[in-house]
């Protein structure tokens, strides 16, 4: 359970260049939510992430995840519950390590002492795991992850991200990066592995279909705001065509359609 | 004298694996070690006079090195100041503090003393000449500290150690504090280069406050020598590379001494020759890059 209180984020505060980002969003994240967020560019969404990862600070209201206020926690204290993936598949892994080392660090957050942990039955362990990907990476645990593609890197990211079970898996345009037929495996393994862990997770998203095809909730966001907040049947019955005509009736301009339909 | 080159070149090799774990693995250029290599220098001389137990002494270089270490990691970590700038900050700060504990003076004989060296020399002296002696002793030590650090690089910390190298944003998602990785491996490299700096003042007999000028240099021409000369890139030819390297380099810098005369070259040539050294070795580099790349879109 993550809730968010009245959160703002203003940059350069207090100078020209100020520029409020995110503004008094309050936000109920149920366990089990699979949250698609769609916007325009520059209308907060990944700010959003990076304040409820702890990269930001809040300017103003309080985060707590599961009844703890974690407002002013690091970063890296909090990727110990929240997952976090990036659209940069090369952000997720070490490039010049093998596999086995990089799910090594996965296999358990928080410090790393001086014990050798990469032992044979860690090997079995990873190659179980990898056998889910389907992408025959079990048989290439000491292969440097630079050797491998951008839809296998990102599968190997997101493999990492969920074998610790986080209590919130953020996806920051996750497939954006990666041709249409790896977006599609890496999108799928996504829902299949939310469903079989059940975990939270919230997407970002710029195709309109994919934010209406996954999850059981739907936010658009604008100007740092939530402009719409859909779950349940109310988000079975969306369309392409209502999502714009609702943007064109609560803002009243015109939704940059193109920009955000067409960007995959 | 060849077997001085050798000895001279595993000494150094010390060193230069402690700027192989901040240039290579931690991608963080680390100048503090000019003032470190000092530091252990001026340690090392500062308890042999005080008649201390010589692996105490030992040690306790290898403590003040670490501690120099951390605090460049702290003033770049904390402060936001660049790494570079950090290092020339403790390392300008570090030479006061070697001439005090120096005694205010700017060298420390250690002749007519017991050291580390001499005392394997007369153990081992034995069975074999002294030079020998002195050479089983310190490639002893060498390869130990290869060794020890080989292992460290498989232990979990080790592991996230060369992940924080290679892409900063992993390891915070690992749940690890980036600053404690950076400061636990600045703080060893520069152990390491305050032991080098011990064992090279007890060899040379006289700790000096110069002797770690341009130390960085050297390191990172060793660095690069034993990379060309070893292509494996797994971590124990990494390592390895920086002992070989090492070694090859005071060869190169002996031979400039020796017979540097005959093309006009005078000692206090070397340092522009090891400059030189540098630029060619990052143009084979980058060549060798070239041909890879042209190697590939084939």
Request: hydrophobic share 45%; charged share 20%; glycine share 10%.
């Amino acid at each position: 359970m993550i809730e968010l209180s009245n959160v703002s984020k203003v940059f350069n505060e207090g100078t020209v260049n100020e520029n409020l980002a995110i503004n008094d969003i309050s936000l109920s994240i149920k366990e089990g939510d699979f949250i698609t967020v769609i916007g325009s560019n520059g209308a907060g969404k990944s700010t959003l992430f990076n304040l409820i990862a702890g990269s930001y600070e809040p300017s103003r209201g309080r985060i707590l995840v599961n009844g703890k206020d974690v407002t002013r926690e690091s970063e890296h204290r909090r990727a110990g519950y929240i997952g976090r993936i990036f659209q940069n598949p090369l952000l997720g892994t070490a490039g010049k390590m093998t596999i086995e080392e990089n799910m090594l660090l996965a296999m358990k957050k928080g410090f790393k002492g001086l014990k050798i942990g990469l032992s044979d039955s860690a090997r079995e362990s990873f190659r179980r795991e990898l056998v889910h990907l389907d992408m025959k990476l079990e048989d290439r645990l000491k292969d440097k992850v630079s050797l491998l593609s951008g839809g296998q890197r990102q599968s190997l990211t997101l493999l990492m991200t969920v074998y610790s079970r986080p209590s919130l898996l953020l996806l920051d345009e996750h497939t954006a990066a990666l041709d249409p037929k790896n977006a599609a495996i890496v999108l799928n393994l996504t829902a299949r592995f939310v469903k079989e862990h059940g975990l939270t997770a919230m997407m970002i998203t710029h195709n309109m279909g994919h934010a209406i095809e996954f999850g059981n909730r739907l936010l658009m966001m604008d100007k740092g705001e939530v402009i719409l907040d859909v779950s349940g049947e109310e988000k079975k019955s969306l369309t392409v065509q209502k999502l714009v005509d609702k943007f064109h009736e609560l803002r009243n301009e015109e939704f940059e359609s193109d920009r955000v339909m067409l960007s995959e | 004298m060849l077997e001085g080159i050798f000895v001279e070149g595993c000494i150094y090799a010390l060193m230069v694996l402690g700027v192989f774990i901040t240039f290579r693995i931690l991608d963080f250029p680390d100048l503090t070690v000019d003032g470190t290599f000092t530091l252990g220098g001026a340690l090392a001389a500062f308890f042999i006079v005080r008649d201390y137990n010589l692996w105490v002494a030992l040690g306790l270089s290898f403590a003040g090195g670490c501690l120099a270490g951390a605090v460049t990691s702290a003033i770049h970590t904390r402060l936001k100041v660049p790494g570079l700038l950090a290092g020339i900050l403790t390392m300008t700060m570090l030479y006061s503090i070697n001439i005090r504990i120096m005694g205010n003076r700017s060298n420390v004989s250690l002749l007519n003393r017991d050291t580390l060296i001499s005392d394997a020399g007369h153990f081992f002296g034995k069975y074999i000449p002294e030079g020998y002696a002195e050479l089983i002793f310190v490639v002893i030590a060498a390869l130990v500290m290869k060794f020890l650090i080989d292992i460290f690089f498989r232990t979990d910390m080790g592991l996230t150690m060369r992940a924080l190298g290679d892409n900063e944003q992993m390891v915070v998602s690992q749940g690890v504090n980036p600053s404690m990785m950076k400061l636990a491996g600045v703080a060893m490299s520069n152990g390491l280069v305050a032991m080098s700096g011990a064992l090279a003042a007890q060899y040379q007999g006289f700790a000096d406050v110069n002797m770690g000028q341009g130390i960085i240099i050297i390191g990172l021409a060793s660095v690069m020598i034993g990379e060309q000369i070893i292509r494996k890139r797994s971590i124990m030819a990494l390592t390895l590379c920086a002992l070989i390297g090492s070694i090859v380099y005071k060869g190169i810098m002996f031979f400039g001494r020796s017979y540097g005369y005959m093309i006009y070259l005078t000692p206090t040539d070397l340092k522009l020759i090891t400059g030189v050294i540098i630029v060619i070795l990052l143009i084979a580099t980058k060549a060798d890059m070239l041909k890879k790349a042209v190697g590939l879109r084939r």
